[in-house]
């Protein structure tokens, strides 16, 4: 069986995820949908795809089995609630939406209707991410005390793009900050304390973010829009640490470091540009016919989503959600 798949956005970022479709056995893209009828056809012929679409007539589409939601972080909402009453399973671009109250009502949602849907967080699924995984939870460096990540990407765009837009979804938050805040979840769960400081012109531009965690466990993230940083990650142990080399959200290798053992390079490219490993969890998943994947459960995005409330809290960030209904 192949499960067939549907782009609804295809701007840069679904461009390069439907570059690795090539790679992931058992999947086809099939259907694209846009606001623009000339994105959505050039975008088509770019792939080799049958069908073109408007948003609501890709729901009606009986050979689409799953859809790509890559549109701003807004706007996920209306489309990912009408797509779950279609029946349709779900790949959601992160961050998932800019509220947790949208991220529950989808969840939930998905839970009533008995369809897959899952966050696009292609980190947890990259070959050396599920290695370090895996050296964590063997003991490798002992117990976790520390989690550090940076992801910094100067940005010299025009003050009108999507990123300085709030209306769209602009900002370090949704578009930086959800990568270490998901990493430092993925390690150490929930924590049990938020503290976040940093430069907002519209939109937040750059945050330093710590999470504390029961026993003195911490996180200590930065995430920038106006300064480049290396994207390195370190999860420190009480027997040694990991570092993720950069960029950490999509590494190909891991350096490991014993106390007492020396230090070990793991090389672990991902295949293609690295999103077929979620597109292939996505896939199998729907053929096994569970609605939610292990690797990147819905509750871990509620999690992360709940983090991210409390930093544009306390940065005094006026975040706008998208509506829950289709525009007619």
């Known amino acids: 069986m192949t499960v067939r798949w549907g782009v609804v956005g295809p701007g840069r970022i679904a461009r390069n995820v439907a570059a690795d479709f090539v790679h992931v056995p058992d999947a086809a893209l099939t259907a694209v949908a846009s606001r623009s009828k000339e994105r959505a056809q050039a975008f088509a012929a770019e792939f080799g795809i049958t069908s073109v679409h408007d948003y609501r007539t890709i729901l009606e589409d009986p050979d689409v089995d799953v859809l790509y939601l890559a549109t701003p972080h807004p706007q996920h ?13 779900l790949l959601v671009e992160k961050a998932f ?4 109250e949208a991220t529950r009502e989808i969840a939930a949602a998905a839970a009533e209707h008995g369809v897959f849907v899952m966050e696009a967080m292609w980190t947890r699924f990259q070959p050396a991410i599920v290695r370090l995984r895996e050296l964590v939870a063997d003991g490798a460096i002992g117990e976790v005390s520390a989690v550090q990540a940076d992801l910094g990407a100067k940005q010299n765009a025009a003050p009108e793009d999507r990123f300085f837009n709030p209306a769209l979804g602009g900002g370090a938050l949704f578009d930086l900050t959800v990568y270490p805040i998901s990493f430092a979840q ?17 939109v937040d531009v750059e945050e330093s973010v710590l999470l504390g965690y029961p026993g003195g466990r911490s996180a200590t993230l930065f995430t ?31 350096v ?17 540009a690295g999103y077929s490993h979620e597109l292939a969890e996505v896939t199998s998943c729907v053929l096994a016919g569970r ?38």
């Open 97 to 100: 939406t800019v509220t947790p």
């Open 291 to 328: 609605v939610e994947s292990r690797v990147m459960p819905l509750a871990d995005t509620v999690a992360v989503q709940d983090i991210m409330a409390a930093v544009a809290d306390q940065l005094g960030l006026q975040v706008q959600e998208g509506p829950a209904d289709l525009e007619h």
């Open 186 to 202: 993925m390690i150490l769960g929930t924590p049990a304390s938020v503290h976040a400081h940093g430069l907002v012109e519209g």
């Open 256 to 272: 490991v470091t014993r106390h007492g053992a020396g230090t070990e390079e793991l090389s672990l490219p991902p295949v293609g």
């Open 77 to 89: 909402r209306a489309m990912a609630l009408a797509a779950i009453r279609a029946g349709k399973h």
């Open 224 to 254: 920038s829009l106006r300064c480049q940083s290396p994207g390195m990650a370190r999860v420190v142990g009480t027997d040694g640490w990991i570092e993720v080399p950069p960029r950490f959200h999509h590494p190909s290798r891991l």
